[in-house]
């Protein structure tokens, strides 16, 4: 019976054993499904199944990679040398791409660092919500497998389109944004009856 998804805010911890990832003993491993177990319960698994959506793990267990932009957030990232391993699990002419997208999750999951109190959504985040759990997503991505790289492509579009739309919203004129929200709602053909009554909607699908 699948494991009860966890609630994205906890990423920084295995979702099966609720113990925080670490180098040693749980570092996180992603699923091409988009789920992320620590090493140790992967390797408890009595079937190469995921825990949550039952999706076949169709990659050897011990080959998958570490996802490093989760780890480092949890502790200092051991720098070495990952040519040979990235060998392993991508073909020779892809290793440098592969490279270069873990290189690019590593820098954008850094906007995701704990505050010193520990919440990683308090006040003083620079990112709002939607923006979290979008580049959540897209840090739980695995970039071996065609599925985890498509999940991932989705994921950085989505994380685009929303940090364009909320540029826009932050640089906009207050009273320029009201006018066009109207103009936008009277084109969906909705008919107002006036201001504090009522609204009609006759044709409008919002």
């Known amino acids: 019976m699948p494991i ?25 491993i992603s699923l091409g499904c988009g789920h992320t177990v620590c090493k140790t ?6 079937r ?8 076949t793990i169709s990659i050897d267990i011990e080959s998958l990679p570490v996802n490093t932009a989760l780890l480092q957030l949890v502790g200092p990232l051991i720098k070495k040398d990952d040519d040979a391993v990235d ?30 109190n520990g919440n990683v959504c308090g006040s003083g985040s620079i990112l709002s919500r939607p923006m979290q759990r979008k580049l959540v997503t897209l840090i739980n991505c695995q970039l071996v497998e065609d599925e985890g790289r498509t999940r ?14 909320e540029l826009i ?29 009522t609204v009609r909607l006759t044709t409008c699908y919002l």
């Open 48 to 55: 190469k199944q995921c825990p949550f959506d039952q999706t």
């Open 41 to 46: 319960c992967l390797s408890n698994l009595h």
């Open 169 to 197: 919203l932050q640089h906009q004129n207050p009273q320029q944004l009201s006018a066009n929200l109207w103009a936008a709602v009277r084109a969906r053909g909705c008919q107002f009856l006036g201001p504090g009554k």
């Open 152 to 165: 991932a492509m989705r994921a950085a579009r989505s994380l685009g389109e929303r940090t364009v739309t």
């Open 87 to 116: 060998q392993k699990i991508v073909s020779r002419d892809n290793v440098a791409y592969y490279q270069d997208s873990r290189k690019c999750v590593e820098e954008l999951a850094m906007y995701l660092k704990p505050h010193p």
């Open 4 to 28: 009860q998804a966890p609630q994205w805010t906890e990423f920084l911890s295995c979702p099966v054993c609720c113990n925080a990832f670490d180098v040693a003993h749980r570092s996180p």
